[in-house]
């Protein structure tokens, strides 16, 4: 039996363009794509934390160091520029994974600037 699980996630990012003419995906700084072990073309869950929107789309690089999240085709009617999302990759684990499970957290501020990165899943209590 195989369990769909959080694989890793970028918490608390900043949008910083909605560009409506581009063909769809999510380009995010490389930077940031490096931290969440995140690959170009990779299904995400975007979780748009000011309306509540939840939405799937595939990752694109970023210039590296640009802070660069920016939601592209249709995704950018979800979002306004300075809205706070995560981003959300799961995988699927077989019981043997999960012994050594250990999801990517990655953890920014205003300026996508990384913060932390944890394996730890923070709850409310924080």
């Known amino acids: 039996m ?8 970028i918490h608390r990012a900043t949008v910083t363009d909605a ?5 769809g ?3 995010i700084d ?3 794509l490096d931290a969440a072990a995140l690959r170009v073309g990779q299904k995400v869950e975007i979780v748009n934390i000011n309306n509540g929107k939840r939405f799937s789309t595939y990752t694109i690089k970023g210039k590296r160091g ?9 995704a950018a009617r979800k979002v306004e520029v300075g809205d706070k999302i995560i981003v959300i990759a799961y995988a699927s684990y077989t ?5 050594t499970y250990k999801p990517i957290v990655v953890l920014s501020d205003d300026d996508n600037n ?8 923070i709850g409310s209590e924080h």
């Open 95 to 99: 019981q043997k994974d999960l012994e």
């Open 66 to 74: 640009s802070k660069d999240m920016c939601l592209n085709g249709a």
């Open 30 to 32: 490389e930077d940031l």
């Open 2 to 9: 195989n369990i769909d699980m959080l694989y890793s996630k």
């Open 25 to 27: 995906s999510i380009t």
């Open 19 to 23: 560009n409506l003419n581009y063909i």
């Open 114 to 121: 990384i913060v932390e990165i944890t394996n730890e899943l």
